[in-house]
């Protein structure tokens, strides 16, 4: 490494963010990175460390620490550190194919494992690889690369996310000639209708969109298979299908009161919110409505946040966020120990622009919705709630339960599902199994499956790595088959 003891001179800085007061009136990116000269200083706190958990993503404690699409990350981050940006370039493109994503969306749990955080904090490791590739684009080092030649062989991808993406990018790579069915009217799943766009901006999807398009990928939107198109149909054109479809089935509470109007699924919140803004400005009308709302979401993940920020910029009245868990602690517990992914308390962009709002972070913990309350029209007025508290039985295990005599009766006009995913919608598999003997092959002969649909509801990275070593396996089952 450049600078073994970086780490130790220089503190750790992070992105620059708006102010809370300018950024909730706009849906512009709200991040923007520091200066080279600062990012250069912010790689050289990457460590010499024997063993860089960072780049090996793992699963501890149920959680993902480290990097599963393997980042080389100490090299890159001393590249960095020498000014040597194409060269780090080069580096992560041999991973990721699409960091100008995870830099963005991912959560960083290659920061999670980082070992400079033992010492006093993180390598900001997600703003320097994003500095990478928006400086790679800048100095117009991302160029379409396509295949010199083609195999002759015919890949229909199902599914335009992370996970779909990937797959598509590694087998055109590879000569085959694929294409990308997408039942929404825009390329990019989740990227593009499950994020709002203050955390990636369109014109950075649709960047990357041309890109593959230039390499030969073809991409067919407003086709949903298994109702315009059947399986069949889609397996007689081609010599391998991938499922991409993801887990978007949207989990849902079985309480008194939810068939009132005005309780609505985060992913349809945000969904009609962002097709709105690039359709039309909102001048369509066609979303759901925040305004003038006393609003409450029902959840604590990232999904739950970006339903605080949209509603936030639709100028709604008020705004609570129900968390189950009690509030996290300050530093790591002993129940949480490092490499684990840290579960401490932190107080995200979309808190913080309802703290500016409101004068208090939305959060209230340890609290269940019970019941929703309705007015004489049948829509929602008032949720009521109860406090949790953890118990720990004979075994150490942990339950939740309600506290007695703890009901609170909130306002409310819109309430917002922000608690997960069961699984994928389509009933295309619902016949499928996954091959025992050979990961993401299914029971049926050149059908394969990646991503949420496969693992179920996880992080951007995974999805991505999915993508890339179903690509793998697809590529060599198309080695030995004869083509349609």
């Not at 520091?34 to 024997?50: K, N």
């Not at 598509?168 to 825009?186: F, M």
């Not at 608690?419 to 295309?428: A, V």
Request: overall charge neutral; some cysteine.
């Amino acid at each position: 490494m450049g600078k073994t003891t970086g780490f130790m001179e220089y503190k750790r800085r992070p992105l620059h963010y708006r102010d809370p007061s300018e950024r909730i009136n706009d849906w512009q990116e709200i991040a923007s990175l520091p200066s080279e000269d600062l990012l250069q200083e912010q790689a050289a706190r990457c460590m010499d460390c024997a063993v860089p958990f960072c780049q090996n993503g793992s699963v501890l404690a149920g959680m993902t620490t480290g990097c599963p699409v393997y980042n080389l990350i100490p090299e890159w981050n001393d590249l960095v550190f020498k000014g040597r940006w194409k060269e780090a370039y080069l580096r992560l493109k041999k991973t990721n194919p699409f960091p100008e994503f995870t830099g963005r969306a991912c959560p960083a749990p290659c920061e999670g494992g980082c070992v400079a955080s033992l010492y006093e904090s993180a390598v900001s490791i997600k703003n320097i690889e994003r500095a990478i590739i928006d400086k790679a684009f800048e100095e117009g080092w991302v160029i379409p690369a396509p295949p010199k030649k083609r195999t002759g062989k015919k890949v229909a991808v199902i599914g335009s996310g992370p996970a779909g993406l990937a797959s598509a990018s590694q087998l055109n790579l590879k000569g085959h000639s694929v294409t990308v069915y997408e039942r929404n009217d825009r390329i990019g799943g989740l990227l593009t209708y499950g994020i709002p766009k203050m955390k990636i901006e369109q014109k950075v999807i649709n960047r990357r969109l041309s890109l593959l398009e230039e390499e030969g990928i073809q991409f067919i939107t407003n086709v949903e298979i298994g109702k315009q198109v059947s399986m069949e149909e889609l397996r007689a054109q081609y010599d391998a299908v991938i499922l991409c479809i993801g887990a978007t089935r949207p989990r849902d509470v079985q309480l008194k009161g939810r068939e009132l109007q005005g309780i609505h699924f985060a992913m349809d919140f945000l969904h009609s919110n962002t097709k709105s803004l690039l359709d039309s400005n909102f001048t369509d009308g066609r979303f759901i409505s925040a305004q003038g709302k006393d609003v409450i979401v029902i959840g604590g993940g990232d999904t739950a946040s970006d339903c605080i920020s949209t509603a936030l910029r639709q100028n709604c009245k008020s705004l609570v966020q129900f968390d189950i868990y009690p509030e996290r602690p300050k530093m790591r517990t002993g129940e949480n120990p490092w490499p684990q992914y840290p579960i401490i308390h932190k107080m995200d962009t979309a808190q913080e622009e309802a703290s500016y709002s409101f004068g208090k972070d939305p959060r209230s913990y340890s609290t269940s919705a019970v019941e929703f309350l309705g007015n004489e029209q049948g829509a929602v007025s008032g949720i009521m709630s109860r406090e949790l508290r953890i118990l720990k039985n004979e075994r150490g295990e942990k339950k939740k339960e309600e506290v007695p005599l703890t009901e609170k009766i909130w306002p409310t006009q819109l309430v917002l599902l922000a608690i997960g995913f069961e699984g994928p919608e389509t009933p295309l598999v619902q016949h499928l199994q996954e091959n025992p003997n050979e990961k993401y092959a299914t029971n049926e002969e050149g059908i394969f499956i990646a991503g949420d649909a496969r693992r179920g509801q996880s992080l951007i990275v995974w999805a991505i790595q999915e993508g890339k070593e179903v690509a793998d396996q697809c590529d060599r089952y198309l080695q030995n088959k004869q083509s349609v």
